[in-house]
């Protein structure tokens, strides 16, 4: 099945840094990658995603690249702030029936100001 | 946010007790999970449902069973808890299959002791 490996673990940056979290899939099925940020005490929620058929997305700070061929994503947010410290997931979906997302295992990112 | 109720949202029992956690949605999304987050795991797959009495096993699914009688409700049980079932469960639900966002909810505690 699909496995989802997540570098670093841990991220501590200055507030107005950049941040990259890097993520690798191994089911060159998966056609779907989404990033989740988790807050303290929440559940996580969708903050960007990228399909295969597209190399770059960006949403403002946030972006996510995606390399088929090297079966690697990953998601760059710039200017860091405060807010942005949270626990980032990566996940792939490897199935053609429901959004069975394989995750990554987080990556917790400190903004220091 | 989603409408998405999670209940217990903690809960302390002991070992080889039986435990159900419920997942009420308004959405009426046909897709609902069950995934339990673990340090070093991130988010894993334990269950899922299509739609009412249409359900399939993640990959963590020994020692759990689910049961969906009604759109809107999707309960999660463990027969007999075992202390490595100590873990924050996370239910999920979602419109779209494939290529569409989880809405998390916002997590039930449970402590096998």
Known sequence: GENV???????????GDSAVIKCTYSDSASNYFPWYKQELGKGP?????????????????????????AKHFSLHITETQPEDSAVYFCAASPGPRGNKLVFGAGTILRVKS | DAGITQS??????E??????????????????YWYRQDPGHG???IHYSYGVKDTDKGEVSDGYSVSRSKTEDFLLTLESAT???TSVYFCAISGATNTGELFFGEGSRLTVL
């Open chain 2, 15 to 32: 070992t080889g007790t039986p435990v159900t956690l419920r997942c009420h949605q308004t959405e009426n999304h046909r897709y609902m």
């Open chain 2, 43 to 45: 988010l894993r797959l």
């Open chain 1, 45 to 69: 929620q969708l903050i960007i995603d990228i399909r295969s058929n597209v190399g770059e997305k960006k949403d403002q700070r946030i972006a996510v690249t995606l390399n088929k061929t």
């Open chain 1, 5 to 15: 490996e997540q570098h670093p673990s841990t991220l501590s940056v200055q507030e």
């Open chain 2, 83 to 85: 202390s490595s079932q």
């Open chain 2, 8 to 13: 217990p949202r903690h809960k302390v029992t």
